[in-house]
């Protein structure tokens, strides 16, 4: 008998107060939270300055946990990071140093009702009478804070029968929204036995006065932001004022599966067992807890099984716990104990013969779930999980895969930690003999060698071949995989963390390996078509250092819904053309090129082109352009 053990240390659920408890590695040093008024140091050797404030307005581009980017009126982009409310800190410059600085946030404005997530805080004046029935149109409903006041009605006068109608103050969480009705869960009182309030509502926007900058959206105004820069380029909000006026995306998926559940309550239970296609659950969560957690299970399950071709073929069982007090004491693996005890998750393994059977433990957080779901699920169906880099990398990614999403969606931290950190080398990352739970920095360096091979289009097709081979126990390697394209790989792998962000597409990114470069003359251009939705693209031209180039170029590109631009690109610099040249594995700094241009070569190299945009924003860029470019007579 064979046991195995894989520790769900996930990203998803990795807390920034928790960090400085983990053993890393040599070349990484611990975290420190530094509170400053001028200065933010972490060594004698290495000191990052708080300058001057700013201030800027314009339209916020993108809001996600921890980070927003304001576009000001002259075209011009700040990517700042915020202190969450949760948060003790901010981190900077790849987690090396901590900045204590919660933002004064003001969000007015109005959100229409059915953008609305089940379960947001709504309050609003009503008729209401003692039997929990309302009449009357309610003309504002106001959008509140989490934790602001509690649900319930509060009659403001005193009706002479159950049946009069009273004006009440109405506070309760989202249920349902359906034509001109908003149901409202209120908490079961006298006035209301069931828990629920029906509403008639005269408008379909809600009112919003919030100090969560969580309610705003792409698009909405920045009437007034206070940035805090540092010496080493980031910023960070002070102070924040928008005026919401864009219509809030929806995950659709997500939104429909929790007004799906509405109705389930979210108060735990005594110990039961809950039962899906592929999924058996022991769990104490709440039931709506456990409907949420098992579809979510049942989705990732479908992708990660189609991703390898191989459906499941038995019950994966998991333990869920969120309060160990109510389970018998050897209900439990002691093993499961230790981990649920600490809020983590562990899959426990065994095999005998072609018997193969995996049990999931966890603490409530789904994110740790789906971690070691993906674990049960590879075992169970090949045998094994594979080396310690690939069991990892891709349990996370199962953690974090939508239906017909590429673009990268992961906890914040960890993608600062990749972009800022010192790269972790590859050889290390896939070097034999290592072991789970070491560190949840090492598994994000894991994740991101498994996204990029995985999303890469230039390595994807080995991978998902090499992560079977490998899970299945045949005498294969990431060495014999990829040995021969060991440099390209070396060097997409650091192009990656150099620039991924949260939005960011390696099929996008990916470098065209297979093209040839010569050197041009002054008479013959060499032609290529550059699309603006694409990284670096092969020119076909080879430089030489100081040469003089002609490039001249036609059409136009957009750079999000409804922008068309030229070559020269919009204000600020997004979609204009660049340069850049590689020699030995090396990139010059990228150069400005526009629609025509004459240009020296830096060093000696093949040139390559692209259309400027961050890098986590080329998803909704369209068209193309064509380049012609010659040596300049």
Known sequence: MLATFAKGDNLGSMQLSQMNTYQVNKRLFLLCAIMCAAACTASAQDTITRLRPIDVSGTLRSIEPGKLAIVDAQGKTYACKIQEADAKFVSLAGLKFGVKLPPEVKVTGQRALDSLKPGVLLQCTAEVNRLGNSKGVVTTLKLLDDGAVEPGIKLQGKPASRREHTSAEVTGRLAKVRRDRVTLDVGKSEISRSGQITLRVGSEMALVSSKNHQRAAAGDQVVAATLIPFSNGEYVVRSLEILLGSEQAIDSAETAMLRKYQNLSDESTTPRDERSKHFLLHTDISPRSSAILLERLERMLELVSRYFGRPPDRLIECYVVADLKKWPPDAIDPAGVAKIASGEGVTLSRSLGKQRRSVVYSSKKHGIVQHEAVHAYCFQTFGSTGPTWFAEGVAEMGNY????????????????????GQPEPLLKIVAPGQV???SWKAYCWRWALCNMLANNPNYSGRFKELGIAMMSGKPVSFETAYGAVAKEISFEYLQFVKHVENGYRSDLAAWQWGRKF???GSTRPRRVKIRAAAGWQASGVSVESGGQYRIETKGT????????????????GRGQLQGVVMNDWKLSKPFELGTEATFTAPIDGNLYLRCRDAWNELGDNDGEIQASVRRAK
């Open 518 to 520: 010569s050197p041009v």
């Open 436 to 438: 789970t739970g070491d």
């Open 401 to 420: 895969w939508k239906q017909g999403e590429l673009a990268v969606n992961i906890n914040p931290v960890a993608i600062d930690l990749i972009q800022n």
């Open 557 to 572: 590109w957009t750079i999000g819904p409804g922008t068309t631009v030229t070559p020269d690109g919009a204000a600020g």
